[in-house]
């Protein structure tokens, strides 16, 4: 089966400084997932060197580096994230990078009261100038909810809410009323974000009807499937996206890789991804943006070279030449 790019008649929004460097209409950029290191043995990193293998990241011309939400380490999960609250950790990389755009994918919404969601972010953004990317969920792992004595079953609803409250949040003294309160004019919420709104991608389907996502979303991130599957859901959404009105928007990919040095490695099939050699990655990466993909988070959590050589390759061969 043969894929063709879908045409698109508009640009992506112009939003902040993040998301306008990381997203191109028709191109593909690359970022890197926290924790920068392997922990395939493990469910916890070490977090060794991670402030300087972002910034390695940053000086070698990754578009962004991406954390993620993980409050507990559940044992059925297997994996604690970059260990660190995201929005803690997303401000000591505002103070300690300068380009670099901050995603995190993704805050699970229900989790979190909104007010605090919108306040964390729009401070991360400011203090960023602009460069926060902030990708929300509705969470995928039941056991957290019953500790914080919340129910699983309506979290669908709850993300919507959620969603909406934090977009009334960068309005000026917004007064509205839903399920997690009643902000009315006497008060309002500081800082605004530096673009107006902070961009927000939803992740996977976090329990909402395609057409909603496609409408409400600032973008999608979405799993690994094979390209031509991949084709298929991206130009659904697209499709989506059209029909709701407004501009394009960015389609996100995350992938698990395992560099080889054989440059001509053929791929093997690991946890959401492949270990393979860079030729044969830099042709699935030129299918992604065949098909619409616009960004691809790369984890190298089961890479078993060393950490820094890997970042210095992937942009020697890879970022420099075909994804800059």
């Known amino acids: 089966m043969q894929m063709h790019k879908l045409k698109e008649e508009t640009d992506f929004e112009n939003i902040n400084r993040g998301y306008?460097?990381?997203?191109?209409?028709?191109?593909?950029?690359?970022?890197?997932?926290?924790?920068?290191?392997?922990y395939s043995t493990g469910s916890v990193p070490s977090m060794y060197h991670h402030i300087e293998r972002?910034?390695?990241?940053?000086?070698l011309g990754f578009s962004a580096v991406w954390l993620r939400d993980v409050p507990f380490n559940v044992s059925?999960?297997?994996?604690?994230?970059?260990?660190f609250d995201p929005f803690v950790y997303l401000g000591l990389l505002a103070a300690s990078t300068k380009r670099i755009?901050?995603?995190?994918?993704?805050?699970?919404?229900?989790?979190?009261?909104?007010?605090?969601?919108?306040?964390?972010?729009?401070?991360?953004?400011?203090?960023?100038?602009?460069?926060?990317?902030?990708?929300?969920?509705?969470?995928?792992?039941?056991?957290?909810?019953?500790?914080?004595?919340?129910?699983?079953d309506d979290r669908g609803q709850r993300f919507r809410e959620s969603f909406e409250y934090i977009r009334r949040m960068s309005e000026n003294t917004p007064v509205f009323k839903n399920l997690y309160g009643n902000p009315d004019s006497s008060m309002d919420m500081l800082p605004k974000p530096t673009a107006g709104k902070v961009?927000?991608?939803i992740?996977?389907?976090?329990?909402?009807?395609?057409?909603?996502?496609?409408?409400?979303?600032?973008?999608?991130?979405?799993?690994?499937?094979?390209?031509?599957?991949q084709s298929r859901i991206i130009n659904d959404w697209r499709e989506r996206i059209k029909s709701a009105g407004g501009p394009a928007k960015p389609a996100v990919q995350s992938l698990y890789i395992d560099l080889l040095d054989d440059p001509d490695a053929i791929p093997?099939?690991?946890?959401?991804?492949?270990?393979?050699?860079?030729?044969?990655?830099r042709d699935y990466l030129k299918s992604l943006e065949d098909i619409g993909i616009n960004h691809v988070a790369l984890n190298l959590r089961f890479n078993q070279a060393d950490i820094e050589e890997t970042l210095k390759c992937l942009s020697d061969e890879l970022l420099l030449p075909d994804f800059s």
């Open 203 to 229: 992740t996977g389907g976090s329990q909402q009807a395609p057409d909603w996502i496609a409408a409400n979303g600032d973008g999608w991130i979405t799993y690994p499937r094979s390209v031509t599957a």
């Open 20 to 38: 306008n460097s990381t997203f191109q209409l028709n191109k593909l950029s690359l970022g890197v997932i926290v924790p920068l290191e392997n």
């Open 268 to 281: 093997q099939p690991i946890h959401l991804g492949f270990r393979l050699g860079v030729n044969h990655l």
């Open 199 to 201: 961009p927000m991608l």
């Open 101 to 152: 755009a901050l995603g995190v994918a993704s805050i699970v919404l229900p989790l979190r009261h909104p007010a605090h969601v919108a306040k964390a972010a729009a401070s991360v953004d400011v203090l960023s100038d602009g460069r926060l990317i902030m990708g929300v969920a509705s969470g995928d792992r039941p056991e957290e909810y019953p500790a914080l004595n919340l129910s699983f």
């Open 76 to 83: 059925t999960f297997g994996d604690a994230g970059q260990v």
């Open 54 to 59: 972002v910034q390695l990241a940053e000086q």
